[in-house]
């Protein structure tokens, strides 16, 4: 290619998504292939494959031929945190090279509309009571917004019974059907829940608030001075991909 991209794209491209659809991620990267098809003129298509927390979509993006049509879009519990957490099936640190960081979100304390809570301290205090059977929705073992959530439990000194989902998009529900109480999820999933009164949000993990939620404290405002969880999305490609492309 020597410089140049060689003409790429000439045909459609993959963004592999290694989540169900309905998802933060998989929202993040329809929104990004739709101004990625409109600005280089060819289609980019998303493939959501979930499963095996989220190795699955991973592996076959690392399979994919290097040419510039498959890219993967994942957040950092995919790429960074699940080669500690689990045997993923490819070489993490030769597998992919990087095209790009997209996002750096906060993630929010949320509750449904419904909750008798308002605050986090209030929620702390319902936790703590006996037999209070609080629940919150997992979206996805090691997940960014999973970890987010036990920090909290081991913060605040609290245990609360975790319902596993397979995914940001059937968490979310999980809790507006009233199956669980509570969930951790990033902006880009929760802000028009938020904005709709649908969810209620306690609190935001980045250390400074969000200018999309002005109003909504931070963990370290509330004191928990330790508490800082940032959702990073990137966009990597097959090792091997040319480097113009």
Request: proline share 9%.
């Amino acid at each position: 290619a020597q410089g140049t991209a060689g003409g790429w794209p000439e045909r459609p491209v993959t963004v592999v998504v290694p989540w169900p659809a309905g998802g933060p991620t998989d929202a993040f990267a329809r929104l990004l292939s739709q101004r990625l098809s409109s600005d280089l003129g060819r289609p980019f298509v998303v493939d959501n494959r979930g499963g095996a927390n989220r190795t699955i979509g991973m592996a076959s993006a690392a399979r994919a031929r290097p040419d510039g049509y498959t890219v993967v879009v994942a957040p950092n519990s995919t790429y960074a945190v699940a080669p500690h957490l689990y045997q993923v099936p490819y070489e993490q640190d030769r597998a992919f090279v990087g095209v790009g960081l997209l996002v750096s979100s906060p993630i929010f304390m949320l509750v449904p509309r419904g909750s008798p809570v308002t605050t986090v301290s209030e929620y702390v205090a319902l936790a703590r009571r006996p037999g209070s059977r609080l629940t919150y929705a997992n979206a996805g073992v090691g997940a960014t917004t999973h970890l987010a959530t036990e920090m909290l439990l081991q913060a605040a000194g609290i245990e609360i019974t975790e319902v596993g989902y397979r995914g940001g998009g059937p968490a979310i529900q999980a809790v507006l059907a009233g199956e669980a109480g509570m969930l951790f999820q990033p902006a880009a999933a929760a802000m028009s829940f938020i904005q709709s009164g649908d969810f209620r949000a306690l609190a935001a993990t980045t250390r400074e608030r969000s200018p999309l939620a002005p109003d909504v404290p931070t963990f370290v405002e509330l004191g928990y001075p330790d508490f800082e969880v940032v959702e990073h999305v990137a966009m990597l490609a097959p090792a091997g991909t040319p480097e113009p492309v």
